[in-house]
């Protein structure tokens, strides 16, 4: 089996594109203020709609959800968090977690990331 897409729901899905496609190489797929799309190098589509068109107020996930970019080794974790960092992101230092070397954070668009090896 080969995951074909996830849509995520988010509060401004050119935001949210714009960003996933900085930090972690998605390559667009175009989209506007209600639909983007974005995939990865296997072909995985990301969709993110906008939050509105489910006629919610806001963007609601459970704690514990979140997205996560596996990276090939310590080093590229961090010099995303660094990067975020030098950014103006608020991310905390990347730490040894769950057996990975990792750090978690608040996406634009109202989600959470976890970058880890």
């Known amino acids: 089996m080969k ?3 996830l849509n995520l729901t988010v ?3 050119m935001e949210t594109h714009d ?9 667009s797929l175009g989209g506007n203020k209600n639909m983007a799309f974005l995939a990865d190098d296997d ?3 990301i969709s993110l709609t906008n939050v509105k ?11 514990t959800f979140h997205v996560g970019f596996m990276q090939p080794n310590e080093e590229h974790v961090n010099a995303i ?3 975020l960092k030098d950014d103006g ?3 905390a230092p990347p730490s040894k977690q769950h ?5 978690y954070f608040n996406a634009p668009g109202g989600f959470m990331i976890e970058v880890l090896c």
Do not use: C, M
């Not at 068109?53 to 704690?63: D, L, S, T």
């Open 3 to 5: 995951l074909n897409h």
């Open 11 to 13: 509060t401004d899905p």
């Open 19 to 27: 960003f996933l496609a900085k930090y972690f190489g998605l390559r």
């Open 43 to 45: 072909g995985a589509v």
């Open 53 to 63: 068109i489910g006629k919610e107020a806001e963007v609601r996930y459970p704690a």
């Open 81 to 83: 968090n660094q990067r």
């Open 89 to 91: 992101y608020d991310v």
């Open 99 to 103: 057996g990975s070397w990792t750090f």
